[in-house]
Structures are given as structure tokens and as C-alpha cells.
């Protein structure tokens, strides 16, 4: 293959015949720059801001609650992940307890020692990461 | 979002395919024909999967930081599998690279030994993978 550069055109000839292709090298090169700066952006954009839509509500106990150790304790809820969630996590005291991966349930507390109490539930992504979207609460257990 | 589950989807590729070869490349070398004859070339790609399971491992701890600050949450079932993959993983990549250092040393029988325990571990860190997935 012979190449000839002709003012910002190439000519090719190919098995003794030419082939008068006209390639404009400005267009490639802004196209390649345009093609990696979307790239770049496509992967560097939107980090960790505007998480969207998505929800968790603990409906049951209500926060500030003072529970009886004695009686059977529900944790009742409600997850909507959003776009970027896949499920939820349930806390005690910021220990992991649980995985809810229904939207819409109740978990029985097991084992709630007397005190303050935090408990949270928190839409996690598929690779178990908190996304921002969560409910704390604050219960005493006598 | 699209850029964050791109980037989860192709470090996950990448550790799939890596995973297939630990384990795929162990087994192959003895089964069902021994090839141990070819035991380098395994090796070195033993040696190159445990590596990309290592750093796409890694990768996805750092997507997760990168995206929301933070890793993932486990819990202690979860975190005891991580340990143990990250530990197979560790195992099978030294064993691999000592096999290539020094394997011309050792007789047939060593070298059996040898992918048996390179497939064993790519076995454990398999199992310890599924744990680690369903109970986070």
C-alpha cells in the first residue's frame, strides 16, 4: 500500500489501482478527542451526588419508644431502593443484624439487651455498599 | 448510574473470567489427562488469574469508595469468607509463582501435589465467594 498525503487528504492505492479516499485528518483527530473526553466523563461523572429516588422507613417501633425486653419486638418496614439500591441492611448499634430483601416486611428483634438502642435500615447496592438512603431510630429497651 | 454499574460489570468480568481460570486450569492440568507436562503453562496462567482475582477483587472495594464513600457493609459471616478468599487467593497465587521458580526441581509426584492444592484453594476461594455473596 502506497500513501501519499495531499493537504489533509490521503490517496491509497491498493493492487495497482487507486482508491481516492478523502480523510480528513482534523475531523479523525477531533473525533477521537471528542469520543475520550465523553469517555472520561461518562466514567468520572455524578460520583457520589444526586443519589435519587428511593426510601426506607422503619414504621414500627416509632423512635423514642421504650420497649419491654418481655414482648415479642417487630421491627416493621419499608424499602424502596431506587435506582442505585438492591436491598437493605438492618442495624443494631451500627452491627450489621440482617439483609431485608423484601420491600416491605418485619424482622424479629432477638435479643435486645436493656438500653438505648440504635436501630437503622439502610439501602445497600448489590455489592452490599450503604447509597445514602436509610432511617435511624432510637428505642430504650427496659 | 450507568458509569457505576459499568464499572462494577467490568471488574466482575474480569473477576468471572479469572475465577474460571484458577479453578478451570488447575483441574485441566490433571484431569481428565494428566498435562502436567505443560505444568508452566498452567501455571502461568494460574499465576495470571489469581492476579487479576486479586486486583479486580480489590477494584471492587474501590469502585464502592469511589461511588459512595465507603465500602461494603458485611456481616460476620460474610467478612469470615472474604478472609478466607483473600487468603486462597494469596496461597494460590505464592504457590503458583513457586511452582514457576522453582518446579524444575521437583519430581512428578510434587508437581501433582502441587495443582491439587492450586485446585483446592481455587475450590475454597469459590465457596468462600458464594458465602460472601449471599450473606452480605
Known sequence: ?142 | MGAENLAYALTQVVHNFGAAAVLGGAVFALWPASRLGDGRQFAWLILLAWGAQILSGGLFGVTSFYYYGEMPDLSSVAMTALVVKVAAATAGFLLAAVYLARGKEWGHAGVKRSFQGLAALATLALTAAAFLRWFS
Request: hydrophobic share 35%; glycine share 10%.
Open chain 1, 1 to 142: 500500500m502506497d500513501r501519499s498525503s495531499l493537504n489533509g487528504s490521503d490517496i491509497v492505492r491498493e493492487s495497482g489501482f487507486t482508491l481516492k479516499r478523502k480523510i480528513n485528518k482534523e475531523t479523525i483527530v477531533n473525533q477521537k478527542h471528542f469520543l475520550a473526553t465523553l469517555a472520561l466523563g461518562f466514567f468520572l461523572a455524578v460520583p457520589a451526588t444526586s443519589f435519587g429516588q428511593g426510601k426506607a422507613l422503619i414504621i414500627s417501633p416509632t423512635d423514642g419508644a421504650t420497649l419491654d425486653p418481655l414482648d415479642e419486638i417487630r421491627l416493621s418496614y419499608e424499602v424502596n431502593p431506587g435506582p442505585r439500591g438492591d436491598h437493605a441492611h438492618l442495624y443494631i448499634d451500627g452491627k450489621e443484624v440482617a439483609i431485608l430483601r423484601k420491600r416491605k416486611g418485619d424482622y424479629l428483634l432477638e435479643t435486645l439487651s436493656s438500653g438505648k438502642r440504635s436501630l437503622c435500615v439502610k439501602v445497600v447496592n448489590k455489592a452490599h455498599v450503604p447509597i445514602g438512603i436509610g432511617q435511624c431510630i432510637q428505642v430504650t429497651v427496659k
